[in-house]
């Protein structure tokens, strides 16, 4: 996965997203905690907090996609597995909370060998 192939104008594409992740740009939104709106207009979508979640997720999807196979399971990974060391709430959950690098470190201690 190349963040780059996600890039238009210089911003993130919800619908290049949504097209990689063989979904809508309505359920990524959800996904990330965003309003119904938030991919409707251009200066929505250029929002710092927009192309933060975005980036974050796909930065997350990058990480993971190695070991859960495909693009595909490292988003149903995303969406759905409950972590033990985050009161069992899932990475989307994480970072719709603003807690990417908690779940950046938590990455990282499960690629050097150690537990949540």
Avoid: C
């Avoid at 965003?34 to 200066?43: I, K, T, V, Y």
């Avoid at 907090?49 to 997720?57: A, V």
């Avoid at 930065?59 to 993971?64: A, K, T």
Wanted: a positive charge; hydrophobic letters at 40%; proline letters at 5%.
């Amino acid at each position: 996965m190349q963040l780059s192939d996600y890039v238009s104008d210089q911003h993130f594409s919800p619908v290049r997203i949504a097209d990689g992740l063989r979904t809508t740009r309505g359920e990524i939104a959800q996904t990330l905690g965003l309003g119904r709106d938030a991919f409707s207009r251009a200066a929505r979508v250029r929002a710092p907090k927009t192309q933060t979640r975005l980036r974050e997720m796909l930065e997350i999807l990058n990480r993971v996609e190695p070991q859960a196979g495909s693009l595909l399971a490292a988003y149903a990974w995303f969406r759905s597995e409950p972590l033990p060391g985050f009161g069992n709430r899932t990475p989307d959950q994480l970072v719709r909370d603003g807690e990417a690098r908690k779940l950046h470190a938590y990455l990282d201690r499960v690629a050097a060998g150690g537990f949540a």
